[in-house]
């Protein structure tokens, strides 16, 4: 492989791993962002639980909940909906807490951009998602190949 070869072939690596790190770094930082909100009151207009079998090849048989939720609430005499339940997972007794549409909940709001909120704060874990764990191996290649072809001797 000629030095410069090398050097280009780090890049995609590089590249892709930076990519898949960020698209894992944000979501987690934005959710921490939530652990400081402002809370206010809301209305659960709509909380469905959907549950979804499936095969997969490489994984065998799969199984999970999707939770779908819409809720209103007021600020400044504003009225807000929002859809998004939180930037972490939530399990299946944390979501049937919330009770059902008509019931009070309690909504934790974006001070910059109050249309923007979440019902459960908090982040998801960055250091388990495979896709951060992808990146991070990913970039140390593309990091890693051009400095084994400066390296290697000419010949």
């Not at 987690?28 to 659960?44: A, M, S």
């Not at 779908?68 to 005499?77: F, H, I, K, N, P």
Request: charged share 15%.
């Amino acid at each position: 492989m000629s030095r410069q070869r090398g050097l280009l072939a780090g890049l995609p690596f590089l590249g892709f791993g930076i990519l898949f790190v960020v698209l894992t770094v944000v979501p987690t930082l934005r959710g921490r962002q939530t652990l400081f909100w402002p809370e206010t009151n809301g209305v659960l207009l709509r909380a469905q639980a959907h549950s979804y079998w499936g095969h997969s090849r490489a994984y065998g048989s799969l199984h999970g909940e999707d939770y779908q939720v819409r809720y209103a609430y007021t600020l400044s005499g504003r009225r807000f909906q929002s859809t998004r339940l939180s930037f972490r997972s939530v399990g299946y007794e944390e979501f049937r807490r919330l009770g059902r549409p008509g019931d009070s909940v309690r909504v934790y709001y974006d001070p910059s951009d109050p249309a923007d909120s979440v019902l459960f704060p908090g982040e998801p874990p960055l250091a388990g998602s495979p896709l951060f764990l992808v990146g991070l191996v990913l970039a140390t290649i593309g990091f890693v190949l051009p400095i084994v072809a400066l390296l290697r001797p000419q010949g």
